[in-house]
Each structure stands twice: as structure tokens, then as C-alpha cells.
């Protein structure tokens, strides 16, 4: 089973800041397979990027991921107030989905 | 409105089991998968499996094999998730999710809210 490893584990940031989310798998993963999420307390979590690189519907363009593997990141731009929340990683191999174990942004 | 809609709320006995329900809206279930991701309290997300609606297949996180069942109802709209056997560490947010897997992309796009299980004595 693909391992998926994030950092860092809290990212203090103000707003109009720029993030950077990063997302290492233990072997190779296809780009196409890769997936970005992000999480506020009490909520489900919502697709913000498929396909390493692609922006699901409704997601600002403040959002981009790029990579491919091991290695992807998830950048956002300007934080607004709304970004402030939990980000994980999700990859797709052999039948199998595995999350990252998720990064926390917390307003500084 | 393309929505999921999950089951109340359970609170459970250890060695009991639960079933989620996990309506559609919005969408035709049988030409999508579903996903099921757990989140134990203040913990990350975990997937538990997956099932076609269009023919039935399965596939199960291999730590919940023998101990999981998902099924679909394509009539209604609903996907099922059964646990059986259990434990205090299955409490946590059970959820549901529309899978866009189909060989070129692999993701889940439409989430329900989640159904609360504890398992308690």
C-alpha cells in the first residue's frame, strides 16, 4: 500500500499570505491518480483537485496543484479568511484510495 | 441539487452492527461508485471501500474485510454500508462519497455529511 506523507503538519499563515502544501508518496504515483481536499471542523471534506493539477468545479483559481510523483503540492495564492482549514492529500493505486494524514491551516 | 444524504446519528454496543444508508439526489446512482470514508475523532480521513452501483462490485480496505458489506439499492438511489463486530475505535463520522473513478482520474466529488457512529458499553 502507497504511503502518503504531508507537511508540514501545521502551517501558521495570515491571510493574503501564500501556502504551500506539500504531499510525498512512499513509490510512484500516477498524476492522474492524485487528489486535493480540503476539510473545516464539522463539515465534510470538499474536492478542491483532481488529477494532480485539475480544479474541480466552483474552486477558486487561488487554489493550484501541481507535482507528480512522488512528490505534489498544493498552492494557494492569497489566503482568504475561508482557507483556514485541514488539507489532505489522496491517491489512488492497486483497487486502493489512501489519505495523507493531512495538513493543518491555521490562521498566525 | 446533486447531494448525498446519510442516516442519522447511531450509538452502538461493542460485538453489534450498524448499517448506514446513503441516499442520492440530484444524480443517477447506478453510473456512479461509492466510496466510504471514515474520520475517528480528531483523527484524519480513512477509506473503508468502494462498490460499482452499475453492477455490485466491491472492493474493501483490507484491515475491514470480513467485517464490512456494502451494497446499493439502484431503485432507490441508496448505497448501504453494514460493520459488524464491533469496536470502540470504529466510533467516528461515517461518510459516503460519489466516486469519479474511471480509469483516467480517480476522485471523489460529491460528499454526504456524514453519520455519527459511537460504540460504547
Known amino acids: 500500500e502507497i504511503g502518503l506523507t504531508q507537511s508540514p503538519g501545521t502551517l501558521s499563515l495570515s491571510p493574503g499570505e501564500r501556502a504551500t502544501l506539500s504531499c510525498r508518496a512512499s513509490q510512484s504515483v500516477s498524476s492522474s491518480y492524485l487528489a486535493w481536499y480540503q476539510q473545516k471542523p464539522g463539515q465534510a471534506p470538499r474536492l478542491l483537485i483532481y488529477?494532480?493539477?485539475k480544479r474541480a468545479t466552483g474552486i477558486p483559481d487561488r487554489f493550484t496543484g501541481s507535482g507528480s510523483g512522488p512528490d505534489f503540492t498544493l498552492t494557494i495564492s492569497r489566503l482568504e479568511p475561508e482557507d483556514f482549514a485541514v488539507y489532505y492529500c489522496?491517491?489512488?493505486?492497486?483497487?486502493?484510495?489512501?489519505f495523507g494524514q493531512g495538513t493543518k491551516l491555521e490562521i498566525k | 441539487q446533486v447531494q448525498l444524504v446519510q442516516s442519522g446519528s447511531e450509538v452502538k454496543k461493542p460485538g453489534a452492527s450498524v448499517k448506514v444508508s446513503c441516499k442520492a439526489s440530484g444524480f443517477t446512482l447506478n453510473t456512479f461508485g461509492v466510496s466510504w470514508v471514515r474520520q475517528a475523532p480528531g483523527q484524519g480521513l480513512e477509506w473503508m471501500g468502494w462498490?460499482?452501483?452499475?453492477?455490485?462490485?466491491?472492493n474493501y480496505a483490507q484491515k475491514l474485510q470480513g467485517r464490512v458489506t456494502m451494497t446499493t439499492d439502484t431503485s432507490t438511489s441508496t448505497a448501504y454500508m453494514e460493520l459488524r463486530s464491533l469496536r470502540s475505535d470504529d466510533t467516528a463520522v461515517y461518510y459516503c462519497?460519489?466516486?469519479?473513478?474511471?480509469?483516467?482520474?480517480?476522485?471523489?466529488?460529491?460528499w454526504g455529511k456524514g453519520t455519527p457512529v459511537t460504540v460504547s458499553s
Open positions: 462498490i460499482s452501483a452499475h453492477n455490485g462490485n466491491t
Open positions: 462519497a460519489r466516486d469519479r473513478g474511471d480509469y483516467f482520474y480517480y476522485y471523489m466529488d460529491v
Open positions: 488529477g494532480a493539477s
Open positions: 489522496q491517491q489512488y493505486d492497486s483497487s486502493s484510495y489512501s
